[in-house]
Each structure stands twice: as C-alpha cells, then as structure tokens.
C-alpha cells in the first residue's frame, strides 16, 4: 500500500517561490508514476505536473508551465516541486498522488493513491 505525505505548503507574496516535498512509501518496490494536484474552492481538481518512475518524462498543466518543476528521488522516496513566479491564482490546496505503473499518469483515472494535501497561499 501507498501512503503519501505532503510538505512545505504556507503563505507567500505574489512573484516569490515555494518547494512542496511528497514524502512516500511502498513506492520503490511498486515502482509508481506520480504527479501533483491542485484545488481551489469552488474550483475542479487541476494537473500540476507529472513525472514517470524514472524520472525521464515529465510533463505541466499549462498554467504552471515554465514555473513550475517536478523532480524525485528514487532512493529517497520523495517527490518535489519546485514553485517560482508564484500567482494569486495558484492559491488552493495542493495534492500528490501516486500512479498505477511505472508510466508517467496522464489522466485522472491513471491515479490511484493520494495524500491529504498541504495549503499554498498567495498574497496579492
């Protein structure tokens, strides 16, 4: 079984930066996909960004694109991303989740375990 911890969330001004931490286990011998999630009230839940097991193929939401960075750590189980260029539109809870392969998840239903999230404020 997949557990996922989120870190590093909080409240930061507009055009400055945060760096979420996923903490995972049961990952290494599953050899998982993962990606992250974001959701604001009122709002659906978005694609962040995605990364395959390995780490070779990535991919962004298209309003994160060139901001945002997601990169892991096999041997630590732990996935990271990094958040520059902060907007009040990136307010909402973030999420990471674990895939069902060892593919990068490229759809919603491609996930099948998920954290309990951690805020991102961003002050205007």
């Known amino acids: 079984q997949v557990q996922l911890v989120e870190s590093g969330g909080g409240l930061v001004q507009a055009g400055g930066s945060l760096r979420l931490s996923c903490a995972a286990s049961?990952?290494?011998?599953?050899?998982?996909?993962m990606g992250w999630f974001r959701q604001a009230p009122g709002k659906e839940r978005e694609v962040v960004a995605a990364?395959?097991?390995?780490?070779?193929?990535?991919s962004y939401g298209d309003s994160v694109k060139g901001r945002f960075t997601i990169s892991r750590d096999v041997a630590k189980n732990t996935m990271t991303l990094e958040m520059n260029s902060l907007k009040p539109e990136d307010t909402a809870v973030y999420y990471c989740?674990?895939?069902?392969?060892?593919?990068?998840?490229?759809?919603?239903?491609?996930?099948?375990?998920w954290g309990q999230g951690t805020q991102v404020t961003v002050a205007s």
């Open positions: 049961g990952l290494i011998r599953n050899r998982l996909g």
């Open positions: 989740a674990a895939g069902s392969t060892s593919l990068m998840p490229t759809t919603l239903s491609d996930y099948s375990s």
């Open positions: 990364i395959s097991w390995s780490g070779s193929s990535t």
